[in-house]
């Protein structure tokens, strides 16, 4: 349970964490965010987060709220004053809170900055991945610019919906060319009969995940062979594994997708080897 936030320079009980009614994160989704795994005590791949944070913000013409060390620092405190050793840490940075317009407001408009902690059950995670998760095909109704990682997630609320109405865990994208573009909230992943590990080129259309570059590292590091290309819901089918990549989930199986069973329906032994070996390969910052 989180049980304390950091707010504009505050560290608040949770009860009382709260923004400015006109803040254009609320008003708007003028805002962006990112979610860091919190293992073993540790923070991965935080640089590559911040990284990203930065390019959404400069995206948007957002200005930084702080350098990435204060950050770092604040992420630390957050940490540790809600005791989190498996977890996440979300951070998420808004335009500020001006009169309701929509034209962006004075550039002296202060920055809105919320950091929380919030604490995982590991044991639960990795019962999932031993088993797998199924997830199901839905329209993607998103804007042109998903690289961006911004709080307007309405879509992938309802994708998530849906998933959940059918019994799957996730929901993967399919753009108006019937290609599948990435999970509602991960990056989407086949091996295919050849055994290449194939996924989305990152480009406008989705969203350049963090846990996606490291597992590209695990790929080189085992040797596999890469390809980057859009791939069809039928490809999945017949495909010899799939995969979600997210910090929340490193590497998490795929056994079906719209009630096809992927391989044999058990998690494969190359997705299980990328998970086995994720926190060997990414970067790991104490916490």
């Known amino acids: 349970m989180t049980r304390i936030v950091y707010v504009n320079g505050r560290y608040v009980p949770y009860a009382q964490a709260a923004v400015h009614v006109e803040d254009r994160g609320f008003q708007f989704a003028d805002a962006v965010y990112e979610v860091i795994e919190v293992f073993d005590g540790a923070l991965i791949d935080a640089p590559r987060h911040l990284d990203r ?3 959404s913000l400069a995206a948007l013409d957002i200005a930084p709220p702080m350098s990435g060390t204060a950050l770092g620092l604040v992420m630390r405190q957050v940490i540790r004053r809600n005791r989190v050793r498996d ?4 951070l998420q940075v808004t335009r500020g809170a001006a009169p309701r317009d929509f034209p962006v407001p004075a550039d002296d408009t202060p920055p809105t900055i919320v950091c929380l902690a919030r604490a995982i ?6 019962a999932q991945a031993a088993k797998g998760i199924s997830v199901v095909t839905v329209p993607d109704i998103r804007w042109g610019r998903c690289d961006i990682k911004t709080v307007m997630l309405l879509p992938a609320v309802l994708a998530k919906s849906q998933a959940r109405a059918a019994g799957a865990k996730e929901a993967w994208l399919v753009d108006e060319q019937g290609f599948v573009t990435e999970g509602a909230a991960s990056n989407a992943w086949i091996i295919d009969a050849d055994g290449h590990l194939v996924t989305r080129r ?9 846990t996606r570059a490291t597992v590209i590292d695990c790929i080189e590091r085992e040797g596999l062979e890469l390809v980057e290309r859009p791939f069809r819901p039928e ?4 495909a010899r594994e799939a ?11 795929v056994v079906s997708i719209d009630a096809h069973v992927i391989g044999n329906g058990t998690p494969g032994p190359v997705t299980l080897r990328l998970r086995e070996i994720f926190h060997t390969v990414a970067a790991r910052s104490p916490a």
């Not at 977890?87 to 979300?90: A, D, E, I």
């Not at 990152?202 to 963090?210: E, F």
């Not at 490809?235 to 017949?238: D, G, I, L, P, R």
């Open 53 to 55: 944070l930065a390019r």
């Open 87 to 90: 977890g996440l840490v979300y």
């Open 121 to 126: 059950d590991r044991t639960q995670r990795e």
């Open 202 to 210: 990152a480009d406008h259309g989705i969203l350049s995940g963090v």
């Open 235 to 238: 490809e999945v089918q017949v």
């Open 243 to 253: 995969f979600i990549t997210a910090a929340t989930n490193t590497v998490m199986p």
